[in-house]
């Protein structure tokens, strides 16, 4: 069964640091694209970032275009999202999810990583 | 960007009802739209891609059709496990905008 765990989300304050993992299992990780989506509390689904397969190709919302990094490491079947200069619009639950080879859609995703900027 | 506009934002039906949800394109985006639901506290889950090809498991009282620029879905007689927040995608780009989200509810 595919899982995909998110982790590294916490209380931070404005202007910090913070990067996501998301652990991947139970498929082939190297071979699929893998997408972050956010989404603020009592919000809704905001797509933040997609990584091709062999990571050479990045794709970012306007929104957090300069201060946000996806990248992966394949080796380790991990996806990583490293988040610079922390704002309080950044709270939200963080997902990851995998891209499907089939439909180009998002067809599994993690429970969420829950990151709360707040001083 | 691509923006996708869904409506309505929530929408209260009785059981057994028939439920549409449509979801309208900035820009013609042929047929790549995608819906997911998304129960409280749940990860989202894909229903339909390319506008109206069922997912794997997905029951088959949701359906999904349009092109273009105007989209719609459609769960044909609504379940008590239907309430839920529901979500279009567009993927025609690769900045994978959504919908705001219809909220559906019962009476």
């Known amino acids: 069964q595919v899982q995909l765990v998110e982790s590294g989300g916490g209380v931070v304050q404005p202007g910090r640091s913070l990067r996501l993992s998301c652990a991947a299992s139970?498929?082939?990780?190297?071979?699929?694209?893998m997408n972050w989506v956010r989404q603020a509390p009592g919000k809704g689904l905001e797509w933040v970032a997609s990584?091709?397969?062999?990571?050479?190709?990045?794709f970012y919302a306007d929104s957090v275009r300069g201060r946000f990094t996806i990248s992966r490491d394949n080796s380790r079947n991990t996806l990583y999202l490293q988040i610079d200069s922390l704002r309080p619009d950044d709270t939200a639950v963080y997902y990851c999810?995998?891209?499907?080879?089939?439909?180009?859609?998002?067809?599994?995703w993690g429970q969420g990583t829950l990151v709360t900027v707040s001083s | 960007d691509i923006q996708m506009t869904q409506s309505p934002s929530t929408l209260s039906a009785s059981i057994g009802d028939r439920v549409t949800i449509s979801c309208r394109a900035s820009?013609?985006?042929?047929?790549?739209v995608a819906w997911y639901q998304q129960k409280p506290g749940k990860a989202p889950k894909l229903l339909i891609y390319?506008?109206?090809s069922l997912e794997s498991g997905v029951p088959s009282r949701f359906s999904g059709s349009g092109s273009g620029t105007e989209f719609t879905l459609n769960i044909s007689s609504l379940q008590p496990d239907d309430v839920a927040t529901y979500y279009c995608?567009?993927?025609?780009?690769?900045?994978?905008?959504f919908g705001q989200g219809t909220r559906v509810e019962t009476k």
């Open positions: 999810a995998r891209g499907s080879i089939r439909t180009a859609c998002f067809d599994y």
């Open positions: 995608q567009q993927y025609n780009s690769e900045s994978r905008t």
């Open positions: 139970e498929f082939t990780f190297r071979v699929y694209a």
């Open positions: 990584v091709s397969s062999d990571g050479r190709k990045e």
């Open positions: 390319k506008a109206s």
């Open positions: 820009q013609t985006i042929s047929s790549w």
